[in-house]
């Protein structure tokens, strides 16, 4: 079960596409040939119109909001979570177990983070009516950002 988790988080970047709004800063490597471009902590990331296009084609109804709220909620604070996070790099101070203890610890604030997602969205699943389950297969994925490295990492 653990293997299968960590195998979809792996690929599911490259699954599906991160709407990421990216900068214009370019940077060649040393060899000139490769093309590095980064993501920086002040950017935004376009799940909003994705939330509201799957609360548009959700149609809830009153009692069913809480249940968005919560779900609503989940995806912006993953969001916040990635972007509040410092890049990944090495650290002259810290021994290499230790960076990859910090670099642990990341991953595993946003695997907690996906979780709260998950059990937000069986929530909001199960008041849902058939219908509104059926767009949800279609759409709920979509308002999750999917993201690779932190920002500004390398």
Known sequence: MRSSL????????????AQVQLSNTVSLAPSGTERVM???PTQTVRYAGDLNQLHDGLQLTDAQQPAWAGY????KAYSALFFSETPLSA????????????MA????NRLD???KIE???QTLYAVLNPQQQKTADQQLMASIPVFGNSPGAR
């Open 6 to 17: 960590w195998s979809t988080l792996l690929f599911l970047p490259a699954l599906c596409h």
């Open 38 to 40: 980064s993501i920086q």
């Open 72 to 75: 609503s909620d989940s995806v």
């Open 91 to 102: 650290h002259q101070t810290e021994s290499a177990p230790q960076q990859v203890e910090r």
């Open 105 to 108: 610890t990341k991953l595993q």
């Open 113 to 115: 983070s996906i979780r």
């Open 119 to 121: 059990r937000k969205a």
